[in-house]
């Protein structure tokens, strides 16, 4: 480790924890102090004299007092058009991941939901809209803008306008929120208008806030950022600056780290109504021993008329589309669990793990055990 040689400033309007972790895994490893006044107390040190700061900020006063410092910035965000060097997410990637993720799952209809004009709002909203465009698709954009009588915190107002908003989007549609506290909106917004998620409207979010993701009625998807990195690389970025070197001509943008699926995205896109409903029984029941049967019995459809719908919509008869969402659902307990093959199979529905491994050889050319490992990648 480095002898203390640096006293850094970290200003933070907020913050996840996630990015602090970065930011103190940096510190540690190159001997900083740093000082967290406006982090932990809501204080701007006037006065301070260090070496460097590291911004992430908005507020008229933060940015005026950060421009205030004699010290190199490196600022973590893109909330501002400072003219400090930055390092903060690609939001405009993660509009686009959005969108690829959205589209895999067979929707036609789209939509996205900010209630703020900033940057960050911004990027991730062309991201999104320009990925759908690229395959000739279009996305209603739900933005709450204030004015008149209209206040940003008035919820019962924004709930009254988010109600009808959402009545007239063509259903079933794919929802993009731009953060995961918008997408808990949404999500309250529908139980209260009667409107199904996900099969009426999927919901994706941005940041991976347990919090909000794990707490509500319906757990929330959202795109995974990788905030530590994020505070990492800033933090190093800003030892560079210091130690002499010229800061970077563009921002240094940080790929989205994928999708954490929950149940507010799972689902697959119909129109048909009988069609939707044996997907949704099929999503619901596939660890049971269910089959064609089953499915039938649940629709109302007679064995026939079932697999003709499936086909029209999908492209697929029952009991393939039930595999593929067995074969899914084993691939994330794979990646995500400790679980023997055998245990997996059965909290699937497939039954054995001979069963399982027929499936993985014919699909994916190798074994479960192979591709939980990472010598393969299915997709």
């Known amino acids: 480790m480095k002898e203390l040689t640096r ?35 809501n204080v701007l040190p006037q006065g301070w004299r260090g070496d460097g700061c ?4 908005s507020d008229e006063n933060y940015v005026g007092f950060v421009h205030s410092l004699d010290v190199p910035v490196v600022e973590i965000s893109q909330q501002t058009d400072s003219p400090f060097p930055k390092v903060h997410e690609d939001n405009h990637a993660i509009g686009v991941l959005a969108a690829e993720y959205l589209l895999g799952l ?11 004009p900033l940057n960050v709002a911004m990027s991730r909203i062309h991201g999104f809209s320009s990925r759908l465009s690229e395959v000739g698709h279009t996305a209603t954009e739900i933005a709450w803008s204030p004015r008149g009588r209209r206040r940003q915190g008035d919820w019962d107002q924004r709930l009254k306008w988010l109600s009808t908003e959402l009545q007239a989007l063509p259903k079933p549609v794919a929802l993009f929120c731009i953060d995961d506290c918008m997408a808990a909106d949404i999500i309250e917004t529908c139980m209260h208008c009667g409107i199904r998620i996900p099969d009426d409207v999927s919901v994706l979010g941005v940041g991976n806030l347990e919090l909000a993701c794990e707490a509500s009625t319906v757990p929330i998807s959202s795109i995974r950022i990788d905030f ?14 210091l130690d002499g070197k010229p800061p970077p001509a563009e921002p240094i943008l940080i790929p ?12 697959l896109a119909v129109e048909d109504p009988a069609s939707r409903k ?28 079932i697999t003709y719908a499936l086909r029209k919509e999908l492209g697929k008869p029952p ?20 679980y023997p093959v055998k245990r997996v ?3 699937t529905g497939l039954g054995t793990a001979l069963r399982l491994q027929r499936i993985f050889r014919k699909r994916f050319a190798t074994t479960p055990s192979a591709w939980r490992s990472g010598s393969i990648c299915a997709t």
């Open 7 to 41: 006293a850094i400033l970290l200003v933070a309007e907020w913050g996840d924890h996630r990015l602090q972790l970065g930011v103190a895994r940096y510190a540690k490893q190159a001997g900083w102090h740093l000082n967290l006044d406006a982090v932990y107390n």
């Open 106 to 116: 067979g929707f036609g209809h789209f939509a996205c939901y900010r209630t703020s």
């Open 256 to 267: 989205p780290a994928g999708i954490a699926v929950r149940r507010s995205t799972y689902t």
């Open 345 to 347: 199979a059965y909290e």
């Open 319 to 338: 009991a393939e589309l039930l595999e593929d969402i067995r074969i899914e659902n084993a691939c994330k307990l794979l990646e995500k669990t400790n």
């Open 228 to 241: 530590e990195s994020v505070g990492f690389q800033a933090a190093e970025l800003l030892d560079l600056i």
């Open 278 to 305: 044996a997907v949704r029984f099929m999503l619901d029941n596939f660890a049971s021993p269910i089959n064609i049967n089953d499915i039938v019995t649940a629709t109302g459809l007679n064995r026939r008329q």
């Open 54 to 57: 590291l911004a992430l900020m």
